[in-house]
Structures are given as structure tokens and as C-alpha cells.
């Protein structure tokens, strides 16, 4: 039963940092890629930052240079780290996992099949 949790979200103002964190059971896959993804309200959930296994990372332009992903393997943690925070990053944030594709991991791979939290609510005012 694979089952991820998210936590660390809340409300900051512009400019402002929020770590989210998501402890990830159950999933036993050597290769494999995690994510964060948001949604607003009234917009689809669209994909913020993703990771492998070997670190490798991409991030949507929106986010780029403020927003970290990271993974700590030892304790089946995913982090994303989120500085100068603007109104427009106002949503509920999801992490997901997913095995690795031989063509690498992408956002859109997880809506064809992978594991998601429940969310954690992050507001920028």
C-alpha cells in the first residue's frame, strides 16, 4: 500500500519561503520519479518540480530560481523548498510518485499513472 503525506504548508506573505515535505511508504521501486504539482482554483493541476532517483531535476519556468527540489533518501523524503514566494504560487501542492520511464521522468507521465498525496494548502498574500 503505497500512501505519501504531505506537510509544511500555510500562509506566508509575498516574498516569504515555505518548505513542504512528503514522506513517501510502500513504494518500491528501484528507479523511479517524484514530483510536486499544484493546483489553483479553477485551474489544472500543473507540474512544478521533478526528480529522479540520480537527482536529476526539472522545474517549470514559473518556478525557476526560487524553488528547489530535493530527496532524502533515508528517511523516504521529498522536500520542495520555496523562496520569494509571489500570490500566483497560491494553491494546493501535491507530491507524486511514479516508476521511471526509459524516457526519463516528465510532469505528464504522472497523470498517465502514479501515486499522489493529499495536499497541502500554501497561501501568498
Known amino acids: 500500500h503505497v500512501q505519501l503525506v504531505e506537510s509544511g504548508g500555510g500562509s506566508v506573505q509575498a516574498g516569504g519561503s515555505l518548505r513542504l515535505s512528503c514522506v513517501v511508504s510502500?513504494?518500491?521501486?528501484?528507479?523511479?520519479?517524484m514530483a510536486w504539482f499544484r493546483q489553483a482554483p479553477a485551474k489544472e493541476r500543473e507540474g512544478v518540480a521533478v526528480?529522479?532517483?540520480?537527482?536529476?531535476?526539472k522545474f517549470a519556468d514559473s518556478v525557476k530560481g526560487r524553488f528547489t527540489i530535493s530527496q532524502d533518501n533515508a528517511r523516504n523524503t521529498l522536500y520542495l523548498q520555496m523562496n520569494s514566494l509571489k500570490p500566483v504560487d497560491t494553491a494546493m501542492y501535491y507530491c507524486?510518485?511514479?516508476?521511471?520511464?526509459?524516457?526519463?521522468?516528465?510532469?505528464?507521465?504522472?497523470?498517465?499513472?502514479?501515486?499522489w498525496g493529499q495536499g497541502t494548502q500554501v497561501t501568498v498574500s
Open positions: 507524486a510518485v511514479r516508476s521511471r520511464r526509459y524516457t526519463g521522468c516528465r510532469a505528464d507521465y504522472f497523470f498517465q499513472g502514479g501515486y
Open positions: 510502500g513504494f518500491n521501486y528501484k528507479s523511479y520519479c
Open positions: 526528480i529522479d532517483r540520480d537527482g536529476e531535476q
